[in-house]
């Protein structure tokens, strides 16, 4: 197999060429952000992320001095963003001042050796007969995780997360799982969620495999360290949600969008064919909300719109049928698009475009050898990274999708574009060796 061709020292040096192109490209990205914070294709978000750390800084808290998205007063409470990267900023600009292009470029060096490094380890994990080498020299050069590594925004760091987490899961079923291994899922599971709590959703799915898995060694040990990894994150949340309590005198778990994602997302306005980002002609998001509820608090105005949003789901369950089947092609589109920036295309058509074969074919062959062997499928690694990919994609088709909100998807999932490169260049090796002997 090629892993066993490729000398132990040579693939280290390999990893090490590949981390060092990863920093560079992310640098680069940094660089072409600049100083400057404004909006470009798919980072809106980070006018915010910057607005609100200098706000915090000033002694204004998680506040706008303006009107600001999704509808926040001025001066009024806001917990519709990631409190955990708002802080990530506010360090940064302690410490350095107000200069976004260092925040860029301290995000793009951790992130551009993290990802290819926790690739690495999954990689060498899942499939340990081919070099991981593949998919860690395919997500330093992924377009889109280039991009989003030096935007002021959450993706970098929690796509990050998810990978240490699905490595960290992989390394307790592999050794059994010490306490402190559990402890530390915890730890950066609790992360994932404090910049994306939308990862809420995905834990229950990741503990029950781990638990499955470990049934027959040791359950109860497992059981008890996997219920202390529950009570990392919970204390983790906790402190934000008595600091919104305070603030919104209602209980607030943790951030203020999922009602407000859920209501715009399955709004009339659309009939039964999503748009990802709503044009002039079909109206604002602000006029979509009710008049009736324009008066209430962010807290009390998400609560009410995600009632609303069930409503209308409830009350018309074709027409959401047909609203969510419309949203997959947004979600996974690789095509360049005349709606689209010329940034935009180039970042899809060579980043998912490229890798889409390469990770259906890798799943496809890794499916095929699991069934050639002869493994039940949910004892295998590859059940929760499927199931993974499946989830958090039905997730964002039943509320709303956005190319980004794919990308940790896509991170992961390189995993199998390395396997079918891997398969490739073994078989073009053996054609070239065959040709050799022959002459």
């Not at 506040?63 to 708002?86: C, I, M, N, R, V």
């Not at 060498?124 to 080498?133: A, E, G, I, M, N």
């Not at 009736?292 to 009410?304: F, V």
């Not at 010329?342 to 980043?351: E, F, G, K, Q």
Request: charged share 15%.
């Amino acid at each position: 197999m090629l892993s066993n061709k490729i000398g132990r020292i040579t693939e280290k040096q390999g990893l090490i060429i590949i981390i060092l192109i990863s920093i560079f490209l992310r640098l680069l990205a940094a660089v072409y952000l600049g100083n400057k914070v404004e909006i470009l294709p798919g980072t809106a978000d980070q006018i915010t992320y910057h607005t609100l750390a200098q706000r915090v800084l000033s002694g204004f808290g998680f506040t706008f001095d303006q009107p600001w998205w999704p509808a926040t007063k001025p001066g009024e409470p806001t917990a519709h963003w990631s409190y955990l990267y708002t802080f990530f900023l506010v360090a940064i600009y302690k410490i350095f001042g107000i200069n976004p292009l260092i925040a860029r470029m301290l995000q793009a060096i951790f992130v551009g050796f993290l990802q290819p490094w926790l690739i690495y380890g999954i990689s060498k994990k899942v499939f340990p007969h081919y070099s991981p080498l593949f998919a860690a020299g395919w997500i330093a050069i992924y377009t889109y995780l280039i991009y989003y590594s030096a935007a002021l925004m959450t993706e970098a760091w929690f796509i990050t997360c998810v990978l240490a987490i699905f490595l960290i899961s992989l390394e307790i079923v592999e050794t059994g799982g010490s306490f402190s291994r559990y402890l530390f899922l915890g730890l950066i599971t609790g992360l994932a969620v404090l910049l994306r709590q939308v990862f809420l959703l995905i834990v229950p799915f990741l503990f029950l495999w781990l638990l499955w898995v470990r049934r027959k060694q040791d359950f109860k040990i497992h059981f008890r360290n996997m219920v202390l990894a529950g009570l990392v994150i919970l204390l983790m949340i906790l402190p934000f949600s008595f600091y919104n309590m305070q603030r919104f005198n209602r209980f607030v778990l943790l951030n203020t969008n999922a009602g407000f994602a859920f209501f715009w997302a399955n709004n009339p306005v659309y009939g039964t064919h999503f748009v990802g980002i709503l044009p002039e002609e079909m109206g604002n998001y602000l006029d979509l909300l009710p008049t009736e509820l324009k008066g209430l608090d962010e807290a009390a105005l998400d609560s009410e719109l995600l009632k609303r949003g069930l409503d209308f789901v409830i009350q018309n369950p074709l027409q959401y049928l047909l609203l969510s089947l419309s949203r997959i092609p947004i979600l996974f589109q690789f095509l360049p698009s005349g709606q689209s920036s010329i940034i935009s295309n180039i970042a899809r058509v060579t980043s998912f475009g490229l890798a889409l074969p390469f990770m259906l074919a890798g799943i496809f062959f890794s499916l095929k050898d699991l069934i050639r062997q002869k493994k039940p499928f949910f004892d295998s690694p590859l059940s929760i990274i499927l199931i993974f990919g499946f989830t958090y994609a039905s997730i964002h088709i039943l509320t709303w999708s956005l190319v980004r909100y794919r990308l940790p998807i896509d991170a992961l999932f390189l995993i199998f574009a390395g396997l079918a490169l891997g398969k490739l260049f073994e078989g073009l090796s053996s054609k070239v060796r065959g040709k050799e002997v022959g002459v």
